[in-house]
Structure formats: C-alpha cells, structure tokens
C-alpha cells in the first residue's frame, strides 16, 4: 500500500511538472507585474503565474500546520483533562466500594 502511494505520488508530480513546462511554453510573453508601491520587471507571464501558485501552496501549507499544532495543542490538552477525570472517577468508585 505504501508503494503504491509514493508511486501515485511521483506521478501526480510529473504530470504537474509537464503541465508546468507546457503552460510555460505557451505563455512566454512578458508582462510586467504592478504592485501598489513596486513595479517588477517584465518577466514571462508564466513565471508570474507559476510563482503565484507556489506562494500559494506555500501560504497553506504554512497556515494548515499552524490549525494542526493548535489542534493538537487542545487534543493533548483534552487528554490530559480525561486522564484526570478517568483517576478521579477511579478514586470515587475504590471510596464508594470499601464504604459498601
């Protein structure tokens, strides 16, 4: 099961590396990007296409891991709380048990 996911894997990669040098076969028209305060030189239009989905990808990746390590942050948090409450319920039935 684990080689057919890292085959799937390199080969969802090569088929987004041959899209990738298509796209920018057919677009390598400069255009020049225009922020609020910078202009960058023109540059092909796939380049700032292909750096925008990258930055992209990049943005996520580093917000999801940011939402994960919360996420698991509070799971330990929550585990923590029921171990406390598994020893507590614990100690009341050994009490309830030696008062019988």
Do not use: C, H
Request: proline share 3%; hydrophobic share 55%; net charge positive.
């Amino acid at each position: 099961m684990k080689i057919l996911r890292i085959v799937i894997t390199l080969l969802v990669l090569l088929a987004m590396t041959g899209a990738g040098i298509f796209f920018a076969a057919a677009n390598d028209a400069p255009v020049p990007l225009d922020l609020l305060f910078y202009t960058f030189a023109p540059q092909s239009l796939a380049l700032w296409v292909l750096a925008a989905f990258a930055l992209g990808g990049v943005a996520g990746m580093l917000v999801s891991s940011a939402l994960m390590l919360r996420m698991r942050t509070a799971l330990g948090s929550s585990k923590r709380q029921l171990n406390k409450t598994r020893e507590e319920l614990n100690q009341l039935r050994a009490q309830a048990a030696t008062t019988s």
